[in-house]
């Protein structure tokens, strides 16, 4: 006999019921997502430095993360007129206190006056508060030497990786042969993969020379351009400049003709400047993908569409946490700018104190101002600090037998190459992982040290490399240095 409604729907609840979302019926871009910097090595880490806690004994006392680029998680101050300013704007109340210099309670009083409410709590408008993004915008054209820049061009971001991410939505259309493609930087930033995993757009790799000091070819650039021609539509070509992982910052002449290319392959530039302030190589100088392209005149200046992104989470400001930055678009249809601030509007507003830190760094003390002083010593200290292990950790890794590493030009990292013995990259087989991968698991568990395997980066077939930052306190960054070097050596007896 039939079941009735009722004992239909109780049979179906006492037997065992199916989850609606499972790894079988999630969306598959999502699963194909990576992210080295916060990937397994990382889980491994954190699960040290619990049993550490829990008393149970390691070869090391605690867990050094020179994986990611967190100045202020490995010990770097906060800059002091930022966080007096964002402090003020958080708890206005503060303004009448006599602890804080007058410039720093001015600039709160006219960012707070700016704000829905007066208060930090109120939304902005999507693209960010406009005197901010004004400011912004005279800090690009002091920058790039009187080139004026539009406010209206600038669109405020949660950090320069939503920015990336949303200027990537925009370029990503078609099917099958006509999916977009996009050309990125091998070795690269693994926000990018993700991104266009995520996406499910094409992802075209590059090479940049590591013989060269990790260049940038136009020739590869051509090479993985017709390659890619095959099986997608490669609509946009990504810098990353100074470079991350590989330290590298780009010379004028480079820069040029990586424009003149996108202007002749009618390819849309991203350009990745979040380490525009990173510049330690002496000879090396930061050229603004912006700059150069005014620069160069008709057809470029008036014609290549660029879009170039800002962070407030590096340079010698490391304020990771507050998630501030931007980017500016040049000679983008105006019809797909709207679509853009459509876009971001779903997201309603990049969060107000990363806008305020954003403020600070686009717009800090003028001489005149009582906190010049003290924010110039701390600005220059940090950069000449970085400079130093920059330095320091070229001359000591290359000083290794097995171990090669270019020049730390810029940004925060060295991407060191490394000899792995054949019987070591056989073992790593066996366990189903990369070589440099069971290089750097096996680092971390004898030494504590974690660092990020080449391969989620990308790298050349049969090579292998980790990332490092050069951000641990110049105390702890020579010993790291020496215990990484000693652990290669004892690794490659062990599998020779």
Request: charged share 20%.
């Amino acid at each position: 006999m039939a079941l009735r409604a009722g004992e239909h729907s109780q049979a179906a609840m006492n037997g065992p019921k199916e989850k609606v979302l499972t790894l079988d019926t999630m969306n598959p871009c999502v699963k194909r997502v990576e992210y080295a910097v916060r990937g397994p090595i990382v889980l491994r880490a954190l699960e040290l430095e619990q049993e550490l806690r829990q008393g149970v004994k390691k070869p090391f006392t605690e867990v050094i993360r020179a994986n990611i680029g967190d100045a202020q998680a490995m010990g770097q101050r906060p800059i002091t007129f930022l966080r007096q300013v964002l402090a003020l704007c958080v708890h206005p109340d503060l303004l009448s206190s006599p602890d804080f210099p007058e410039d720093a309670k001015r600039r709160a009083k006219s960012i707070l006056q700016a704000c829905g409410g007066h208060s930090l709590g109120a939304y902005s408008i999507s693209s960010g508060v406009q005197p901010i993004r004004e400011d912004v915008a005279r800090y690009i054209q002091r920058r790039d030497g009187g080139i004026p820049a539009d406010p209206n061009n600038i669109f405020l971001s949660t950090g320069a990786s939503d920015a990336i991410v949303t200027v990537l939505k925009l370029l990503v259309s078609g099917e099958g042969r006509t999916r977009t493609g996009v050309l990125i930087p091998i070795p690269q930033y693994p926000l990018y993969s993700a991104a266009l995993a995520e996406l499910a757009a094409v992802q075209v790799d590059y090479y940049l020379d590591e013989e060269r000091a990790w260049a940038l070819d136009v020739a590869e650039l051509r090479r993985a351009l017709l390659q890619a021609r095959d099986h997608c539509r490669p609509r946009a070509l990504c810098v990353i400049n100074p470079g991350n992982p590989t330290g590298q910052v780009q010379t004028r002449e480079c820069i040029e003709a990586v424009i003149r290319f996108a202007f002749e392959e009618r390819l849309f530039l991203m350009a990745d400047e979040v380490y525009q302030d990173n510049v330690y190589a002496e000879g090396s100088q930061f050229h603004s993908f912006k700059k150069v392209l005014m620069e160069m005149g008709p057809p470029y200046a008036t014609q290549q569409e660029l879009a170039s992104f800002h962070s407030v989470s590096k340079g010698y400001m490391g304020e990771c946490g507050f998630r501030g930055g931007y980017v500016e678009v040049v000679n983008m249809d105006a019809a797909v700018q709207q679509q853009m601030q459509k876009l971001m509007s779903v997201r309603l507003c990049p969060p107000l104190p990363g806008q305020v830190v954003l403020n600070m760094v686009v717009s800090p003390p003028a001489p005149s101002d009582p906190s010049f002083t003290q924010f110039q010593a701390e600005r220059q200290a940090v950069l000449a600090e970085l400079a130093a292990k920059a330095k320091l950790t070229e001359q000591v890794f290359n000083e290794a037998p097995g171990i090669r590493c270019n020049p730390v030009q810029g940004a925060m990292y060295s991407f060191p190459r490394i000899q792995l013995p054949p019987r070591a990259v056989q073992r790593a087989q066996e366990l189903g992982l990369a070589p440099d991968m069971f290089f750097c698991m096996s680092l971390l568990e004898e030494t504590g040290i974690c660092v990020v395997p080449g391969s989620g980066f990308g790298q050349r077939e049969g090579t292998y490399h980790f990332r490092m930052t050069i951000l641990p306190s110049m105390e702890k960054l020579r010993p790291l240095l020496e215990k990484l070097s000693q652990f290669h050596a004892k690794f490659t007896r062990e599998y020779s």
